[in-house]
């Protein structure tokens, strides 16, 4: 997911680089990594060209890539908070659905397998 605002796509992705930022700038739907699949139209920022540029350069610092989690932390929740930011509103639920319940079944399965099946007080050696 990006957003477009002032004719610009922000997106959030992976970087291992500390020379490249978390952080992506694209002409609207020519990202080169995605492909396009729909625009949702939501209502226009009341914050000036120059306050989004201070918001970026804020998301740039919020949003390192090697802090992108394919899960928790993708550029869904990038969006989303970044909509919030503008004052536009949210991200469609059904947009990152499936990183909601990716992280639901991992964090289950994360503590399946960190609980023991037998008490270690029950334990006789």
């Given at each position: 997911a990006g957003v477009e605002v002032n004719g610009l796509e922000?997106?959030?992705?992976?970087?291992?680089?500390?020379?490249?930022?978390?952080?992506?700038?694209?002409?609207?739907r020519e990202h080169p990594d995605h492909r396009y699949r729909q625009t949702v139209?939501?209502?226009?920022?009341?914050?000036s060209a120059e306050e989004v540029a201070e918001l970026?350069?804020?998301l740039i610092e919020d949003y390192p890539g090697d802090?992108?989690?394919l899960l928790r932390r993708n550029c869904c929740h990038f969006a989303d908070d970044f909509?919030?930011?503008?004052?536009?509103g949210r991200l469609p639920g059904w947009v990152y659905r499936l990183a909601r319940v990716g992280a639901l079944v991992d964090s289950t399965l994360q503590r399946v397998?960190?609980?023991?099946?037998?008490?270690?007080?029950?334990?006789?050696?």
């Open positions: 922000w997106s959030f992705g992976m970087s291992l680089s500390d020379s490249v930022p978390g952080v992506a700038c694209t002409i609207p139209k939501l209502r226009s920022t009341k914050l970026i350069s804020q802090d992108y989690d909509l919030k930011r503008l004052g536009v397998a960190n609980r023991s099946l037998i008490a270690s007080d029950d334990l006789v050696f």
